[in-house]
Antibody, heavy 119, light 109 residues
Framework: EVQLVESGGGLVQPGRSLRLSCAAS????????MNWVRQVPGKGLEWVSGISWNTGSIGYADSVKGRFTISRDNAKNSLYLQMNSLRAEDTALYYCAKGSVYGGLMDVWGQGTTVTVSS | EIVMTQSPATLSVSPGERASLSCRASQSVTTNLAWYQQKPGQAPRLLIY???ARATGIPARFSGSGSGTEFTLTISSLQSEDFAVYYC???????????FGQGTKLEIK
């Protein structure tokens, strides 16, 4: 079964850092691009960042550029999101999503991990 | 940056009826357009990609059309499980990513 399990969310103060992880199983991880998408409760989906299978191409939403860093470890079948200088507006449910025939086309999603930025 | 705009924000339809949801791109996205369904408390699910191709396991009552800047998701005969929020997305490959529309809530009339 194809599965993505996010972890690492929690309550953090503004200006601090947090690192999210996504453990993948059930597919050949290093064949596919991966993405992070977030959702404020009761609001819509916002693509945050994406990374190609070989880390050769990486993209970020303008809202997180310069603060967040996406990475992956293909040997560990894992995706990461390092979030620095966190702001209240980064509070959201963060999903890990697998790319498909196009990297940004997301055919498998995790259940998400919640990040709350508050003092 | 391409902006995706969905309409209406909320659509009220009776079970068994047909629903049509619209998505407009601020510039041409050719057919790099996907539709996702999200139910409360669940992650999004891919329904349609390439503007008109159904993803694996998606019932035939779901269909997508359009190209360029105008797209439509049609659900031919609404079932109770179809009432949810639907998002369109323009997707890229290099770098991977994409822009979502703000969503259309499909509710029972």
């Amino acid at each position: 079964e194809v599965q993505l399990v996010e972890s690492g969310g929690g309550l953090v103060q503004p200006g601090r850092s947090l690192r999210l992880s996504c453990a993948a199983s059930g597919f050949t991880f290093d064949d596919y691009a991966m993405n992070w998408v977030r959702q404020v409760p009761g609001k819509g989906l916002e693509w945050v960042s994406g990374i190609s299978w070989n880390t050769g191409s990486i993209g970020y939403a303008d809202s997180v550029k310069g603060r967040f860093t996406i990475s992956r470890d293909n040997a560990k079948n894992s995706l990461y999101l390092q979030m620095n200088s966190l702001r209240a507006e980064d509070t959201a449910l963060y999903y890990c999503a697998k790319g498909s025939v196009y990297g940004g086309l997301m055919d498998v999603w995790g259940q998400g991990t919640t990040v709350t930025v508050s003092s | 940056e391409i902006v995706m705009t969905q309409s209406p924000a909320t659509l009220s339809v009776s079970p068994g009826e047909r629903a049509s949801l619209s998505c407009r791109a601020s510039q041409s996205v050719t057919t790099n357009l996907a539709w996702y369904q999200q139910k409360p408390g669940q992650a999004p699910r891919l329904l349609i990609y390439g503007a008109s191709a159904r993803a694996t396991g998606i019932p035939a009552r779901f269909s997508g059309s359009g190209s360029g800047t105008e797209f439509t998701l049609t659900i031919s005969s609404l079932q109770s499980e179809d009432f949810a929020v639907y998002y369109c997305q323009h997707y890229n490959n290099w770098p991977p990513g994409g822009t979502f529309g703000q969503g259309t809530k499909l509710e029972i009339k």
